[in-house]
């Protein structure tokens, strides 16, 4: 049963690591059981409570950390706010990217010109944020040129590497709202996405996965790798 709900990647006493699917959200819904990540750990833990320390957008896969005890959710809490632990993304976008590794430093804010509440974008008022990346693949398709990505956000703003890479000039394949027409977000939320939206956008899901998640907690080094799901793989051609 845990298989069709998520992919463990390490448990013990105080930790529970999984590699969340693809449209999935992180948080509770009106939904069934079944409907949210943090509802289906319930039922493996056997409705026991459990703290989320990182939390993932609906359609990015990857690496989602939880907390058994209370004493290491607070623990784990202050680790994240100190900004040392390291998160390492795998990102497919549109075009050929160069150089080789780059970082973006640009602030984020809302998105006060979109019809969509969340979406944010880069603004000189906003707050600072980077994103640095490394260019793993470069390949092609019949719709065009597209890059793999390894990205390192310094920061963790909502939609960071969605925004940047879109700033870049490269959005993440897939991605309904930071992509090519924002329209599709809408179109998703109102359930009237048409089949020639969906051929836009080439994948079920934006390609963005988080692939590690390293620390050092309790006098130890951590470190937790996922792989991403067969939809990702298969468009690189791996």
């Not at 069709?4 to 992180?26: Q, R, T, W, Y």
């Not at 075009?95 to 780059?102: F, L, Q």
């Not at 939609?159 to 809408?186: A, F, N, S, T, W």
């Amino acid at each position: 049963m845990t298989e069709s709900m998520f992919g463990i990647v390490h448990e013990d006493d105080e930790l529970l690591v999984v590699n969340k699917p693809a449209d999935l959200v992180c948080h509770p819904t009106k939904g069934d059981e079944y409907s949210s990540l943090i509802s289906r750990v319930r039922l493996h833990l056997g409705q026991a409570a459990a703290h989320m320390i990182n939390r993932l957008d609906r359609e990015t896969t990857g690496i989602v950390l939880l907390a058994k005890r209370d004493e290491a959710a607070k623990e784990l809490r202050k680790l994240w706010e100190s900004g040392t632990v390291q998160k390492s993304y795998e990102a497919i976008v549109h075009g050929h990217v160069e150089p080789d590794a780059g970082s973006i430093n640009e602030p984020l804010g809302p998105d006060d010109a979109s019809p969509v509440a969340i979406k944010d974008c880069v603004c000189a008022d906003g707050r600072v944020a980077q994103t640095d990346f490394t260019v793993a693949k470069r390949f092609e398709h019949a719709e065009g040129d597209f890059s793999l990505l390894r990205v390192r956000p310094q920061t963790g703003r909502k939609h960071q590497i969605r925004i940047h890479l879109g700033h870049l000039g490269h959005p993440i394949v897939g991605d309904k709202l930071y992509g090519h027409d924002e329209d599709c977000y809408l179109a998703l939320v109102e359930q009237r996405l048409t089949d020639e939206q969906r051929r836009a956008l080439l994948l079920p899901c934006h390609a963005l996965h988080a692939g590690e998640l390293a620390f050092e907690w309790r006098g130890r080094e951590w470190l937790f790798e996922a792989k991403p799901e067969s939809w990702f793989t298969e468009f690189i051609g791996d």
